[in-house]
C-alpha cells in the first residue's frame, strides 16, 4: 500500500508524526485558524494511514498488535472528526493552536496508553491524556462553566489517577513486576501476596472507574460534560472513555487474567450498579447533553459486562469491543448533532428542539438513526454490538446478567424516542434564528450516520476482524 | 413458465424502496404522490399474482417444500441469514397483502394531509407486511414483525379518527409487549441450537428442529409465550382490547390493512412458527386453545350487538372470526388448518370491503353511527349493494368465501372433539344475528333527516367491485385457494396429530 518506509520501532512513527502536528499548531497559534486545522487533519490522516499500514512489532516496552491497532485508530478518526467541527464551534477563541494541539497531545497519551504492556508506560500515557483534556476543556477562558467542568475533571480525575498509580503499586508489592506478562506468570503460578493483590486490584478498578464513568465514580461526568465545549464533550465521550475500556481489558483480560474470581464479581455488580442508574437518571433529564451523559454511563455499564461476564465466549469480546467502536460512533453523531441544534436554537433544552425535524430534515434523520441506534433498534449497528455482547454475557452463563441489560435496553429507549418525538411530533418551539448551513458539524454527522447504517447491514466483516483481536 | 430470479425478493422491496421516491414526488405534487403508490401496489400485486400462477402451473403446490428462495448469509457469525421463500400458505398471504394493498391505496382518495408522507409510510408498511410472511429465518421475520408496528403507528397517529394519538399508543404497546414475550421465547430456542444442530440458527427449520428436542414442561412455557405474542396480534380475549380503538381511529384503508393483513400475521405465526416448534405442548394444550377460540366467537359476538358504531361493530366481527382462525389452526386435521387458512384470506378480503364501506359512510354522511346512516338506500344504492354483500359474505352465507372457511374449521373441529364443539355452531348463529341486525338496520331503517350525499365514486367503485369479485370467486370455486393451502395445511396438521 505504501512505499517500503522505515518505520522507527514500535508505535513511535505516529508519536512522531503528531508531535510535528503538535508544534506547527503551537508555533501557528493564534495566526491562522484554517491552516491550523488543515495541518492537523493532515496529520491525523497520515497517521490512519500508518496505523493501518504499520505491521505488528514489539520494541521495548511498547507492543502494536492488532487490538492497539484497533483502538487507536478510534481515538484517531474521533480527533479526525472532531477538529472539523471544533473550527466552527471554537471559532470565538483566541487560543485555537494550542487547543487544537492539546487534543493531539492526549491522542498521543491515548495510543501509549493502549500500545504497551508495562503498567508504567500505561500510566504514563493515561496521564498525558488526562492532563490534555482538563487543559482543553478550559479553553474558553472566560466561560464559568468550562472551568468548573474542568476543575472537577481535573480534581476527579487526579484522584483517579492517584487510586491508579497506588493500585498499581500495590500489584507490584504483590507480584514483583511491572510487565503484564510477568504478572500473568506470577499469578499463575499462585505464588503472590493475595492481600496486597486484592487491595490493589480494588483500587485499580475505582481508578479506572472514574474515567470510564462507573457509578459510583462518575459525578464528574454530567457536570463536565455539560460545561465543556461540544467538540470536547465529544472528545471525552469518544475517546478518552475508549481508552479506559482498553486498557481496563489489557489489564484484566492480559495481566490478571488468573485472578479472575477477585475482580469479576465486583465489576458484575458494578455493571448492574451503572446501568441501571444511568437509564433511570437520564430518564429524569432535560438538557441534551445531561442526557447523553448519563447514557454515556449507562452503556458504561453495558460495556464492563466485559469484565463482568468473565468467561472463554469469543462472542463477548468481540461484542464488547464492537461495542466500545459503536458507542464512540454514535457519541460523536449525538454530541455533534446537540452542538449544531445548539447553534441553530441557542439552547440545550430537548423541548426546544420542538418542530426542528421539519426543518433540518438531514440532521433530524442522522440524530434519530442515532438515538435508534443507541437503544438498539435492529438492524442498526448499535443493536449487532449490544446483541453480540449479550450473547456473550449469556454463553458465559451469566444470564440474569444478560436479562437486566436487556431490561435495562429496554428502558433507555424511552428517553432517546422522546427526542425524536420533540424533533418530529411536537411543534412550537423556541423561535429559531435562520442560520447558513454548516459544513463543519454536517460533514462529521453524515460520516458517522453512514458508518451507523451500514454497519448495521453489513456487520459480518467487522465481527469476525474483532473475534481475531486478543487484548 | 419460471418465475425471474430474484422475483420474490422484488415483491418484497419494491415498495420500500419506491417509498422515499413517494415522499419527494409527493413533496413536488401531491396527486403524483397517489399516482406513483398506485402504480408500485399494481405493479407488486402483478408481480405477486404471476408468482403465484407459476407456483400454479408448475405444480408447486404438490409440494410442502420452499419455492422462489433466495438465501444468502447476512451476519453468518450469529447464524442469520436472508432467508426467503413461498411455500402455498405464504404464497396466497403475499397474495391477500399485495390485493388489499392495492384496493386499501386506491381507496386512498380521501386522505388529504401530507399525502407524500402518508403514501411513502404506506408502501413502507406493504413491504413489512409481506416480509413478514416470506421470511423463514426468524430475525428477519422479527425485524419485519417490529417494522409494521412503525409505519402502522404514524398512520393511525397522523391520519386517524379524534381519539388517535391514544389508540396509536395503545395499538403499539400493546403488540410491543406481545413481541417482546414472543422474542424471548424465539431466544430461549436459538441458544438452544447449537446443541443440536451444531451452531447459532436463526433458520425457522433449524429451531422447528431445536424446539422439539426441549423438556416438556419448558416447552409448554415458550408454546405459551409464542401464544401471547401472536395471540395479541390475533387478536385473542383478553387481549383484543387494542383492536376496536385502532380499527375506529384509524383512517378506512388503514383500517382494511389492519383487518385484513395485520391480523393474519397472529394466526400465521401460530401455523408457521408455534404449532410446528412445540408440537407436544401445542397437542396438551390444544383444548384450552380450542376454548380461546370459541370464547372468542362467543364474546365477540355479543359485544358486537350492541354496536352502533357500524366500524366498531366490524371490529369485533373480526375478533369473531379470528376465533374460527384459532378453533381450527389447533384441531391438528388438515380440513380444520385449511378452514383456518381459508378464513385468514377470506375475512381479508370481506373485513376489508366493509371497513372501506364504514369509510365511505364516515365521508359522504360524516357519520358511521347506524341510526345516522340508516335508510339512505335510495339516495345511495350503490353503496347499499356492496354493503348487502359485504354484509352477507362476513355472516357466512354459501357461496361466498367465508361459508367455505366457516364449513372446514367447524367440521375439522366435529372430527377432533366430536359434538361437544357443537356450541360454535350457535356462535356463528350469533355472527348471523348481528350483522343482519345491522344491514337491516341501515338499508330499511328510517331517515334521520334531509342529508345532501353522493354515491360511491369512481375509484371506489373499481376497488370495490375488485374484492367482490374475489369474494364470490372463492365463494363458488374454493378450489382456487384450496388447491395452495392443501399440503402446507397437511404438513402443520401433521405435527399436532402424529
Known sequence: MLPEIPYLPGIYTVILIIVMGIIASIILDKRNRVIITAISEVVLAISIIYLIDLPVNQSGYTIFDDFSRFISLIFIFTSFLIIISMHRELSDITRYGLAISLILAANIGMIVAVSSLNLIYIIVGWELAGLSSYAVIAVRRKDPLAIEAAMKFFIVGSIGFGLTLFGISFIFGSTGSLDLNGIYAVLSTGIYDYNLLVTGIVLLISGLGFKMAIVPFHVWIPDTYEGAPYSITTFLAAASKTMAFAVGLRLFYHGLSPVSNIWQPLFAVLAVITMTYGNLAALAQTKMKRLLAWSSIAHAGYIILLFGAFGPSINLIAGGLFHILMHAIMKILAFIAAAYFAMIIGSDLIANYAGLGKKYKLVSFFLTIDLLALAGIPPLAGFWSKYLLFLGVVEDGFVVLALIAVINSAISLYYYARIIKYLFFESGGKTTIEIKTSLNYIVPIVITGLAIILLGIMPDPVIHFLKTLSP | ?498
Open chain 2, 1 to 498: 413458465m419460471e418465475a425471474f430470479p430474484f422475483e420474490l425478493s422484488i415483491v418484497l422491496w419494491l415498495p420500500i424502496l419506491a417509498s422515499p421516491a413517494a415522499y419527494f414526488i409527493g413533496l413536488a405534487s401531491r396527486k403524483a404522490s397517489r399516482w406513483f403508490a398506485i402504480v408500485v401496489s399494481l405493479a407488486n400485486f402483478i408481480i405477486s399474482l404471476h408468482l403465484a400462477l407459476v407456483f400454479w402451473v408448475n405444480g408447486y403446490c404438490n409440494t410442502t417444500t420452499l419455492h422462489f428462495v433466495n438465501l444468502f448469509d447476512w451476519v453468518p457469525s450469529v447464524g442469520i441469514s436472508y432467508y426467503i421463500g413461498v411455500d402455498g400458505f405464504s404464497m396466497i398471504m403475499v397474495l391477500l397483502s399485495t390485493i388489499l394493498s392495492l384496493s386499501a391505496v386506491i381507496a386512498s382518495n380521501h386522505i388529504h394531509d401530507a399525502e407524500h408522507l402518508y403514501y411513502a409510510l404506506f408502501l413502507l408498511l406493504e413491504t413489512s407486511l409481506i416480509g413478514v410472511f416470506v421470511s423463514f429465518d426468524l430475525f428477519l421475520f422479527y425485524i419485519f414483525w417490529e417494522l409494521v408496528l412503525v409505519p402502522m403507528y404514524f398512520l393511525i397517529a397522523i391520519w386517524g379518527g379524534p381519539k388517535r394519538k391514544y389508540a396509536a399508543i395503545k395499538f403499539f404497546i400493546y403488540t410491543h409487549v406481545g413481541s417482546v414475550i414472543m422474542l424471548i421465547s424465539f431466544f430461549y430456542v436459538y441458544w438452544h441450537t447449537p446443541s443440536v444442530i451444531g451452531a447459532y440458527s436463526f433458520n425457522l427449520f433449524n429451531m422447528v428442529k431445536t424446539g422439539a428436542q426441549l423438556a416438556l414442561t419448558l416447552q409448554i412455557y415458550l408454546f405459551i409465550a409464542l401464544f401471547i405474542g401472536f395471540g395479541i396480534k390475533v387478536p385473542i380475549v383478553p387481549f383484543h382490547t387494542w383492536l376496536p380503538d385502532a380499527h375506529v381511529e384509524a383512517p378506512s384503508p388503514i383500517s382494511v390493512i389492519l383487518a385484513g393483513v395485520l391480523l393474519k400475521m397472529g394466526g400465521y405465526g401460530i401455523l408457521r412458527i408455534a404449532l410446528p416448534m412445540f408440537p407436544e405442548a401445542a397437542k396438551i394444550l390444544s383444548w384450552y386453545l380450542a376454548l380461546i377460540g370459541v370464547l372468542n366467537i362467543f364474546y365477540a359476538g355479543f359485544v358486537a350487538m350492541w354496536q352502533l358504531d357500524i366500524k366498531r361493530l366490524i371490529a369485533y366481527s373480526s375478533i369473531a372470526h379470528m376465533g374460527i382462525v384459532v378453533l381450527g389452526s389447533v384441531t391438528g386435521n388438515v380440513i380444520g388448518v385449511s378452514g383456518a387458512i381459508y378464513m385468514m384470506f377470506a375475512h381479508g378480503l370481506i373485513n376489508g370491503l366493509l371497513f372501506l364501506l364504514a369509510g365511505v359512510y364516515k365521508h359522504h354522511v360524516h357519520s358511521r353511527m347506524i341510526p345516522d346512516i340508516a335508510g339512505l338506500t335510495n339516495k345511495m344504492p350503490l353503496t347499499s349493494a356492496f354493503l348487502v354483500i359485504g354484509g352477507f359474505a362476513g355472516l357466512g352465507l354459501p357461496g361466498l368465501a367465508a361459508f367455505v372457511a366457516e364449513f372446514l374449521a367447524i367440521l375439522g373441529a366435529f372430527y377432533t372433539w366430536g359434538l361437544s364443539i357443537a356450541v360454535v355452531v350457535f356462535g356463528t348463529v350469533l355472527n348471523a344475528g348481528y350483522i343482519l341486525w345491522a344491514v337491516q338496520r341501515i338499508i330499511f331503517g328510517p331517515q334521520k333527516g334531509e342529508v345532501e350525499v353522493s354515491d360511491l365514486c369512481v375509484p371506489e367503485i373499481i376497488s370495490f367491485s375488485f374484492l367482490t369479485i374475489l369474494i364470490v370467486l372463492l365463494g363458488i370455486y374454493p378450489p382456487l385457494l384450496m388447491t395452495f393451502i392443501r399440503n402446507p395445511a397437511m404438513l402443520i396438521a401433521q405435527y399436532l396429530s402424529s
